[in-house]
């Protein structure tokens, strides 16, 4: 999913910078893990009539009502959920189940409960064809199907009776990661021997899959009902509860061995090309953020590199406590299991602190331009590997997308900046050509630029 998105980010955000599509306001945020759904999932058929979401053409007087066919759609990103169960016949997911011993990878509950809808309770209409339906992300409908169609429904009477709140970044993030990073649930976690079998790396950033994936409308009127969180909380709500959730899962998800999983490692701190030719010179790259030895393997902080200049930006208070416990975490990760097992319980919650701040800050003008420039400059001596500089032009996009959406930035100079991300995305496209040297120039360069538009 991550090397469709990279390759389409570049296009697709431009288009969003070209319309303003990601509009901004802000909504208030809990923080708890999206839980096992208990209501009965009804399937994609129970919400695509005519009537409903499934029109051919966006004519609806409310919402456009094609929402169906957006989520369907074979041939854009809008319809990778449709598609999540499908590629579990396909020859690549076919090897990797035969590597780990699954007859069936298109019924194994390790598969199906992420490239499906993993509800427990199912409806006569629920098919596990439908990939990734409506109700894996929305809820489960059994309550709520009748009645929000109602002329005088309101969204929080949805939500009271079961509907989820996905238009509330710290819910939509919960809901998200539970597949693009894991969960405790059956079934929601790739452990390094999946990806040794041929899974891809799993990597995440929920305001950039949002845009990519969104099946509606968020305007005028979507505002009015349900309020819609801007780009730049979406984004550091996101990466705050990502690093959250990793911290949460480490201890049980390597409770057999003594250190964590390799999963939740930078894949390439390991998997780099090497040579017994005396000859060729030794590629070693030097991380001061990062109190590690030598050939200790990198925990993956790629999230932890952009939450770090969130804090600094949004919560300065907590930004020198998260920078002290990110290094004792990656120092303990070292040392033995219990220290590891403290210092990740520490680094959590501090995490979990800064998605509260997140959650209920407005993040004006002044604060996303130092958002795009504690990501560009002040973090460019962490982007020693390809997931941090994945993650920062990333980053980049989603922040001035939102400066456009807000009116804050010309469109027309926005896009005068297309060149220089462009550039950024193909220095982050392919892991085993990552340029670090190459890569800070060109964040410099945008980040010069971008000061010109202030």
Known sequence: MLAECMAAASHWLRVAIALGVLAGATVGSPLAAAPIDPAVHQGVASCGSSTCHGRQEATGPRVRQNEVISWSDPASLTG??????????????????KRLGITNVAA????????????PLRGAKWQQSDGVGCEACHGGSERWLASHASVNASHADNVAKG?????????K?????????????????????????????VAFELDLFTSLQRHHDEDADYAARKGV???????????????????????AASGRLNGPDYYFYDCRSCHRTFSDDPAVQIVARTNGWRPIPPGQPVWNDEQMIMLAAAARVAAPDVARSFDSQSRAFHAALGGDRAGAMKAAATLKATAATLARRFAGTSFDRAQTFALIDAV????????????????????????LSALVTAGQVDRGAAQALRPDLDRAYALARDANRWDPAAFRVTLAQIAGRLRGLK
């Open 173 to 201: 993030a919960s809901v998200c990661l539970d597949c693009h990073f894991g969960s405790d649930k059956p079934g929601q976690f790739v452990f390094h021997r999946i990806m040794a079998a041929g899974h891809p790396r």
């Open 163 to 171: 509907m989820w709140a996905v238009n509330d970044p710290a819910v």
């Open 108 to 119: 194994s509950k390790e598969c199906i409960s992420c490239h499906g809808d993993p509800a």
């Open 229 to 251: 969180a801007s780009g730049v909380k979406t984004w550091a709500v996101g990466q705050a509860m990502a690093v959250e959730r990793a911290l949460s899962l480490l201890p």
């Open 80 to 97: 990778a959920h449709s598609r999540a169960w499908k590629v579990l016949n396909e020859p690549r997911a076919q090897a990797i189940g």
């Open 376 to 399: 560009l400059v002040g973090n460019a001596a962490a982007y020693t590997d390809y997931q941090g500089g994945a993650q920062a032009v990333m980053a980049a996009d989603t922040l």
